[in-house]
Structures are given as structure tokens and as C-alpha cells.
């Protein structure tokens, strides 16, 4: 079945350490998105790539990288986690960047800083 | 600014017609998305308005007043599995989106 696999669904994770998480698409969108989600909070685009090879800053960047080497990959890394970063992360595509239309989100990952 | 509203949370009865509001502030709006995010679950789209109007699909219809930064989306003959979270996003110009915190809906028999 196509879609959005993330991985891991869930971790815990001790503050300072490094942590990247994985997120890979089969349906040969162009634009991928990184979204972290807080309680009473909306979405928010942490970065986001339009085409393989480009990246760019979203609204909460800081903290966060990520790369685009490919189509269908597109990991987030976060260099030295703080509890701050403790949240639901969603990846998501769409065929193009610009008019988004539908997005299509993976399943989240769940991750808690300690 | 970038703003966004809609009501934190709202209850409903099965077989019941329910409207979730969300109003917006956006500079170079350029449409409005609805989205359903059951517990635990990832968000699915479900509908864009660019144009003032009504969209209808199925039991769901999305409304828009770009005049009045006004949207709703209107649920029909609800169902339990109807309940869920319902996130309402505005697109900017260079069409990033701006979610609001969505509202929780709650049917009860």
C-alpha cells in the first residue's frame, strides 16, 4: 500500500543526545514537510523540501535538520535533543510544492525528551 | 499577522447535524483546507475552499467568505466514528499553511 512510513513510532530519549527520525514515501511526491504537534497547538512546519536536493526553514526550525538526497527520503535530525522538543512529529507530502492541495501525513512519531 | 481560530471543543448526538467554525487572519490567503485527525492518529484531508461558497461531499460540506475570514464545516447525520479532532488550515501565498489547534468533537449516542 503507498503511503508515509515513520520510523520509530515511539521514543524515549535522554536530553542531549542525537536523534534522527525516518520518514519515506512511495508515491513520488516532489514536496515532503516536517510538522511538530503539540497539545492546543496547531501544526507547525519545522522544514520542509520542495524538490530533492532543496530544503528549507520552516516556522521552528531551530534545533532541527534535515536533508533531501532523494525522492522518497527525508530524515529529521535533532543534533542535541531538550525537553522542549518533546512532541508528536508528523511527516507529509504532496505531488507538488505550491498549491499544496492534499497533504498526506505518515502515522507520527511520538518522542519524549528526558 | 497569521491568526487562526475554531472552538477547542464541541459535542454533538448521533444522527445529528453539527457546523465547526474557524475563523482566520492571513495575509495572501490563498484557500482554506479541513483535515480529520482521529486519536492517535495521523490527520486525512478533507476538503479545499479557494472560492466563497459551498463545497459538498457526501455527509461533509466546507464553506468559505474570503470577505468575512470565515469558514465552517458542516457534518450531517453524524456517526460515532465521526468522532475525531477537525483541523481547519489557511494557505498563505507562497502556500505554507497555518493550522489552527483544531476542535475536538465529541458524539454521544
Known amino acids: 500500500i503507498a503511503g508515509i512510513t515513520q520510523a520509530p513510532t515511539s521514543q524515549i530519549l535522554a536530553a542531549g543526545r542525537r536523534m534522527t527520525l525516518r520518514c519515506t514515501q512511495d508515491m513520488r511526491h516532489n514536496a515532503m514537510y516536517w510538522y511538530r504537534q503539540d497539545l492546543g497547538l496547531g501544526l507547525r512546519l519545522i522544514h520542509y523540501s520542495n524538490t530533492a536536493g532543496t530544503t528549507g526553514k520552516g516556522e521552528v526550525p531551530d534545533g532541527y535538520s534535515v536533508s533531501r538526497a532523494n525522492t522518497d527520503d527525508f530524515p529529521l535530525t535533532l543534533a542535541s535533543a531538550v525537553p522542549s522538543q518533546t512532541s508528536v512529529y508528523f511527516c507529509?507530502?504532496?505531488?507538488?510544492?505550491?498549491?499544496?492541495?492534499?497533504?498526506?501525513f505518515g502515522e507520527g512519531s511520538r518522542l519524549t525528551v528526558l | 499577522g497569521q491568526n487562526i481560530d475554531q472552538p477547542t471543543e464541541m459535542t454533538a448526538t448521533e444522527g445529528a447535524i453539527v457546523q465547526i467554525n474557524c475563523t482566520y487572519q492571513?495575509?495572501?490567503?490563498?484557500?482554506l483546507f479541513w483535515y480529520q485527525q482521529h486519536a492517535g492518529e495521523a490527520p486525512t484531508f478533507l476538503s479545499y475552499?479557494?472560492l466563497d461558497g459551498l463545497e459538498e461531499k457526501g455527509r461533509f460540506s466546507s464553506f468559505l467568505s474570503r470577505s468575512k475570514g470565515y469558514s465552517y464545516l458542516l457534518l450531517k447525520e453524524l456517526q460515532m466514528k465521526d468522532s475525531a479532532s477537525y483541523l481547519c488550515?489557511?494557505?498563505?501565498?507562497?502556500?505554507?499553511?497555518?493550522w489552527g489547534a483544531g476542535t475536538k468533537l465529541i458524539i454521544k449516542p
Open positions: 475552499n479557494v
Open positions: 488550515a489557511s494557505q498563505k501565498e507562497d502556500y505554507q499553511l497555518i
Open positions: 492571513t495575509s495572501g490567503f490563498n484557500g
Open positions: 507529509a507530502s504532496s505531488f507538488v510544492a505550491g498549491n499544496t492541495g492534499e497533504l498526506f
